[in-house]
């Protein structure tokens, strides 16, 4: 099963509102990133946060960790129509001497304009 | 610095044959992943090679394998493909070992398989 589940699956928001997705996962993790994807292209990174850190900002982008509930938010300030993508979180973990990183299944955003 | 690249883009090909997907890494980056991406699976870890040596294996059957030359670039093949083999591979580079870098991705290949 997949280390990371997002919610909501999908998301639909008008221009100029934010938009929030959350992320839950199951194991310890030594950090956890955003990534990304538009309509099956590659995947680009938005913002990586470290398990010892619990908010993180770049520009619009706001993600917030919270490894007691294993969970992490990324919000979305004054969405625009080039926001509409799909967003997934990977945990990064380190057990036992194996790295990897782990995808969620992913919400889809699709702004109005 | 140029981003993770990735050859060919498409890619058309009918079961039973084999496939070399090929990804070239930002430069300096000694870690490369490979990932498939499918509509019911989502994103699955395939491997990653960091320098030269294969240190992971997602749970993916022998037809798969890889390898890491040492400028860091990487290629994947695919033996007697199969048509649930049709799907979009991706590779991610980074500085330090996967799980504990930031990973950068390449735009993918799109495979399908007649």
């Given amino acids: ?113 | 610095k140029a981003g993770v690249t990735q050859t060919p883009r498409y890619l058309i090909k009918t079961r039973g044959q084999q496939v070399t997907l090929s990804c070239s890494p930002i430069s300096g980056h000694r870690s490369v992943s490979w990932y498939q991406q499918t509509p019911g699976q989502g994103l699955q870890f395939l491997f990653e090679y960091f320098s030269e040596t294969q240190r992971n294996k997602g749970n993916f059957p022998g037809r798969f394998s890889g390898r890491q030359f040492s400028n860091s670039r990487s290629e994947m093949n695919v033996s007697t493909l199969e048509l649930g083999d049709s799907a979009l591979y991706l590779c991610a580079s980074s500085h330090a070992r996967g799980g504990t870098d930031t990973q950068y991705f390449g735009p993918g290949t799109r495979l399908t398989v007649l």
């Fill in chain 1, 1 to 113: 099963s997949q280390q990371g589940e997002e919610d909501p699956q999908a998301l639909s928001i008008q221009e100029g509102e934010n938009a929030t997705m959350n992320c839950s996962y199951k194991t310890s993790i030594n950090n956890l990133q955003w990534y990304r994807q538009n309509s099956g292209r590659g995947l680009v990174h938005l913002i990586l946060i470290r398990s010892n850190e619990r908010e993180k900002h770049s520009g619009r982008l706001r993600v917030t960790l919270d490894t007691s509930k294993k969970s992490s938010s990324l919000l979305i300030t004054a969405s625009r129509a080039a926001d509409t993508a799909s967003y997934f979180c990977a945990t990064g973990s380190d057990t036992s001497g194996t790295y990897k990183y782990i995808f969620g299944t992913g919400t889809r955003l699709k702004v109005l304009a």
